[in-house]
């Protein structure tokens, strides 16, 4: 379960400034002044932007990025990389993205760009991390990592406001 600490409400400048962002770096239309956008403290480093309980950005060392629901909600154009269909089940399960996996990249992509990942039969948004290398050398490369890992499908970031309600064992009474 994720912790969410200090959250506070964003002001109409800081969500035009937060959007603009966003809009240069992964060419994707995002929050209005006008939402009610929240920051919260999640620690180590990070913070999180939500809608309502949505969390749709993350704050990486003060940068923005889509979380895979703000991707779902407003598709990105820029800082993609593709998969192939083999490497879907370890991305969506929190593995780095290594070189041999990537079928193709945006050749804008530079090292330590924040970017996101999408399978190649799709082009459905699986994770988001921090590029290793180029998005030239990883459409090439052959061996090594690409991509670290921050999140992906399934993750606490993911998973958080969509729970399910706990259910009682069978033949137990609800909780009042």
Known sequence: MLRLRHRARLRRKEIETLASGIREAFGMDTFSPEDAVERADVGEGTTVLLLGEEILMLEVQERPLPTVRGLLRWPAVKRWVTVDMGA?????????????????????????????????????????????????????????????????????????????????????????
């Open 88 to 176: 879907v089940p370890y991305v969506c399960n929190g593995a780095d993205v290594m070189a041999p996996g990537i079928v193709d990249a945006d050749r804008s992509i530079l090292e330590g760009h924040l970017v996101w990942v999408r399978d190649e039969r799709n082009q459905r948004p699986l994770a988001v991390g921090e590029a290793v290398m180029t998005g030239e050398v990883m459409a090439v490369a052959e061996k090594g990592k690409s991509i670290r890992a921050l999140h992906h499908v399934g993750d606490e970031y993911w998973t958080h406001g969509h729970e399910e309600p706990e259910t009682p064992p069978a033949g137990e009474p609800e909780k009042a």
